[in-house]
DNA sequence: GTCTATAAGGAGATAGAC
DNA sequence: GTCTATCTCCTTATAGAC
């Protein structure tokens, strides 16, 4: 199972843990199957690592903190072309999505275990993990939803931040598990292709975030027009 | 914690392993501790389930099956009623949407347990879980493709299985952690709060679906510049 | 730094009494 | 149907030799 040759015992404790996390989640994962896999002894993540918690830590930090800061570079060096004028929906959506889906300067069997290891930890159920991934996602979700309120200036702020989610959640279950998703739609769509993938995204992200806000009115006549008919208050 | 005197031991365990499951996963929740959850002995779930497995299989079973039930019967009824007319994209997706985020006639501790567990059985790892939702699933995805396509006529085929697979994602993420998209949103989202969700939905999802078609001449000639600039073939 | 050996405990599952 | 007791296996984690 392992491609190549390991510069250090470390360095292979970290790949092997990413494609197990990735396939099996923090829980569904065994050090002792990784150590197996990285050629190493069970202590020598205790050695490095201190925990498996701590493993799972320096896996998610090697991959996800240049991600991050390509994208912030990328939506940065967008806003400093624009000089103040507000971008376009599509442009902002592309200097999030294409790290993400491209995920540069990775080798094609451990790129696709980092997109995997995306899409896992963003439905991660352990807490605390979960816990691990709050600060450095706040500082992503501040800057892409501050950039996109200059382009969407007559979209209410709680309409962006669900859509928002709800680009997040679509792009986590896409990385989640390719495989899956190649299966049950027979092969017409294929996770590995990025470059549809990508279009396929900022098509529908890009009007899904482009529509007509939720109007307060029609929202409370319906809310109370359901609490009457299921007999709630 | 247990809400209120089960009637049946066999209920008593499919409700605290709803619970678990959604909680922390397939493999992250224990027998042993379903089996305190719900007062009875550990042997009771292997007498009523067979096996872990087997426990899991009845859990979904219990609400996912009337679920898709009723989706699919709202559909039909919706196509009855239009008589061969294509149907309006946001009354499709009601049907979809709305069973799943209301999820009638359960208790509203029990209600939440379930929206969570089909956020966390969207992004199950384990690959026997994974398998057992496959072939309902698959029918879900046949009807509502097809009532799709009558809608957008225009739309291609790909492009339409990957707007589902999109909202497949997002409802998936949405409904699998409501206390973390609270706490990260600032309470600028509350999950609990249906009609808004609901509404929130089909206007994000009903634009995307309705944007027009990803250009194939486009996607070529993107996909040559990417190749160019990464130095691969 | 790397190893062996082992602690300490939790997991799923089962046999057999009642 | 329900229970106790237990089997077997695997887990994370550590102590201490080298």
């Given at each position: 199972?392992?491609?190549?040759?390991?510069?250090?015992?470390?360095?292979?404790?970290?790949?092997?843990?990413?494609?197990?996390?990735?396939?099996?989640?923090?829980?569904?994962?065994?050090?002792?199957?990784?150590?197996?896999?990285?050629?190493?002894?069970?202590?020598?993540?205790?050695?490095?690592?201190?925990?498996?918690?701590?493993?799972?830590?320096?896996?998610?930090?090697?991959?996800?903190?240049?991600?991050?800061?390509?994208?912030?570079?990328?939506?940065?060096?967008?806003?400093?072309?624009?000089?103040?004028?507000?971008?376009?929906?599509?442009?902002?959506?592309?200097?999030?999505?294409?790290?993400?889906?491209?995920?540069?300067?990775?080798?094609?069997?451990?790129?696709?275990?980092?997109?995997?290891?995306?899409?896992?930890?963003?439905?991660?159920?352990?807490?605390?993990?979960?816990?691990?991934?709050?600060?450095?996602?706040?500082?992503?979700?501040?800057?892409?939803l501050q950039a996109l309120q200059l382009s969407l200036p007559d979209l209410p702020m709680p309409d962006l931040v669900w859509r928002m989610e709800f680009i997040w959640g679509a792009l986590g279950f896409i990385l989640c598990n390719p495989a899956k998703i190649e299966m049950v739609t027979a092969g017409v769509c294929n996770p590995a292709d990025t470059e549809t993938v990508f279009q396929q995204m900022i098509r529908f992200f890009g009007a899904g975030l482009k529509a007509a806000p939720?109007?307060?009115?029609?929202?409370?006549?319906?809310?109370?027009?359901?609490?009457?008919?299921?007999?709630?208050?």
């Amino acid at each position: 199972m392992t491609t190549s040759p390991e510069p250090d015992r470390k360095t292979a404790i970290l790949d092997a843990a990413e494609t197990a996390f990735a396939d099996a989640g923090f829980e569904g994962a065994s050090l002792r199957r990784i150590v197996r896999e990285a050629g190493v002894n069970l202590a020598t993540v205790y050695y490095y690592f201190e925990s498996k918690e701590g493993l799972m830590l320096a896996v998610m930090d090697r991959r996800f903190r240049p991600l991050r800061e390509e994208q912030l570079s990328g939506l940065d060096a967008l806003e400093q072309a624009a000089a103040g004028q507000p971008l376009a929906v599509e442009a902002i959506l592309e200097t999030l999505l294409m790290p993400t889906l491209r995920l540069v300067g990775t080798g094609s069997v451990r790129q696709e275990a980092v997109k995997r290891l995306i899409g896992r930890v963003v439905t991660e159920p352990n807490p605390q993990i979960q816990q691990l991934l709050v600060r450095p996602h706040s500082v992503m979700r501040t800057a892409y939803l501050q950039a996109l309120q200059l382009s969407l200036p007559d979209l209410p702020m709680p309409d962006l931040v669900w859509r928002m989610e709800f680009i997040w959640g679509a792009l986590g279950f896409i990385l989640c598990n390719p495989a899956k998703i190649e299966m049950v739609t027979a092969g017409v769509c294929n996770p590995a292709d990025t470059e549809t993938v990508f279009q396929q995204m900022i098509r529908f992200f890009g009007a899904g975030l482009k529509a007509a806000p939720v109007s307060r009115q029609r929202l409370a006549a319906r809310r109370t027009a359901t609490a009457r008919k299921t007999g709630r208050a």
